[in-house]
């Protein structure tokens, strides 16, 4: 997987799939909320990002924009970003509908429109990390954009689940693929043209590519699946989610 097909894959796939993708998981995501992972971890209960009042904040594929949306309303000064004009025709929308509007910026997530150290928190809530093909560029990036001090805090699919079936019950607890292959998920047109691409990195892979760019490792949460919550999203769900964690968020702080 190159870069150039995993921009173009992403792209094309979501500003297709947006408004489904919102008619799906809207409700669940709430519109002024900030979900970090189908196991329904919130940012108003961990307050991973600590207090984001008066704070430059960047959001990195935001989506429909929901969790700057909820920053918004803590008092950060915030910015969401997309390479998706789909994602973000939806989360225009969603300004207008809540009230709650944010500045939307479509951009590539390697290559971000954002001065050098003017940014106090960056995240990602499952955007963009998982979908391009050299993250350790998108680590360098976020890392650039923060001033010493910052943090950049992102969640995504835990490493562990290339291991498995994407499904969410028996059937997903059952190893069938190598945790080491590093080779793309891909779906791909009848004519072969890749129109769904997801990347795999190991849990090494990723703290190696944190620290390469500069970055201290602060923490990594590995949600649990929470008692009562019986909502299935995908390959989540409470079965599976009952002895494997699905969703790693990896907490990183830029050195002053």
Same mark, same amino acid.
């Given at each position: 997987?190159?870069?150039?097909?995993?921009?173009?894959?992403?792209?094309?796939?979501?500003?297709?799939?947006?408004?489904?993708?919102?008619?799906?998981?809207?409700?669940?995501?709430?519109?002024?909320?900030?979900?970090?992972?189908?196991?329904?971890?919130?940012?108003?209960?961990?307050?991973?990002?600590?207090?984001?009042?008066?704070?430059?904040?960047?959001?990195?594929?935001?989506?429909?924009?929901?969790?700057?949306?909820?920053?918004?309303?803590? *008092? #950060?000064?915030?910015?969401?970003? =997309?390479?998706? +004009?789909?994602?973000?025709?939806? &989360? %225009?929308? $969603?300004?207008?509908?809540?009230?709650?509007?944010?500045?939307?910026?479509?951009?590539?997530?390697?290559?971000?429109?954002?001065?050098?150290?003017?940014?106090?928190?960056?995240?990602?809530?499952? *955007? #963009?990390?998982?979908?391009?093909? =050299?993250?350790? +560029?998108?680590?360098?990036?976020? &890392? %650039?954009? $923060?001033?010493?001090?910052?943090?950049?805090?992102?969640?995504?699919?835990?490493?562990?689940?290339?291991?498995?079936?994407?499904?969410?019950?028996?059937?997903?607890?059952?190893?069938?693929?190598?945790?080491?292959?590093?080779?793309?998920?891909?779906?791909?047109?009848?004519?072969?043209?890749?129109?769904?691409?997801?990347?795999?990195?190991?849990?090494?892979?990723?703290?190696?590519?944190?620290?390469?760019?500069?970055?201290?490792?602060?923490?990594?949460?590995?949600?649990?699946?929470?008692?009562?919550?019986?909502?299935?999203?995908?390959?989540?769900?409470?079965?599976?989610?009952?002895?494997?964690?699905?969703?790693?968020?990896?907490?990183?702080?830029?050195?002053?």
């Amino acid at each position: 997987m190159d870069s150039d097909d995993a921009r173009a894959a992403s792209r094309h796939y979501w500003d297709n799939e947006a408004p489904a993708y919102y008619a799906e998981h809207g409700e669940f995501l709430g519109d002024v909320d900030f979900c970090w992972c189908p196991e329904g971890l919130r940012e108003s209960d961990v307050r991973l990002l600590g207090d984001v009042s008066g704070r430059v904040v960047l959001e990195i594929g935001c989506g429909a924009a929901q969790c700057a949306r909820w920053l918004a309303t803590q *008092g #950060a000064k915030v910015i969401a970003t =997309d390479l998706s +004009a789909g994602q973000l025709a939806q &989360a %225009r929308r $969603l300004n207008e509908d809540t009230g709650v509007p944010v500045p939307l910026v479509q951009a590539d997530a390697i290559t971000l429109p954002v001065r050098s150290e003017s940014i106090d928190i960056a995240c990602s809530a499952f *955007g #963009a990390v998982p979908f391009v093909a =050299d993250s350790l +560029a998108l680590m360098r990036e976020a &890392a %650039r954009v $923060l001033r010493p001090g910052g943090r950049w805090i992102f969640s995504t699919t835990h490493p562990f689940v290339w291991c498995l079936p994407d499904a969410p019950d028996a059937n997903g607890l059952v190893v069938f693929h190598s945790y080491f292959d590093r080779r793309a998920y891909t779906e791909h047109s009848a004519a072969g043209e890749p129109l769904y691409i997801e990347a795999h990195r190991t849990m090494g892979d990723r703290i190696r590519e944190i620290v390469a760019a500069g970055l201290v490792l602060v923490d990594v949460i590995e949600p649990e699946w929470p008692e009562g919550h019986d909502q299935v999203w995908g390959q989540w769900g409470p079965l599976r989610g009952q002895f494997v964690p699905s969703t790693s968020i990896f907490v990183t702080a830029k050195p002053h």
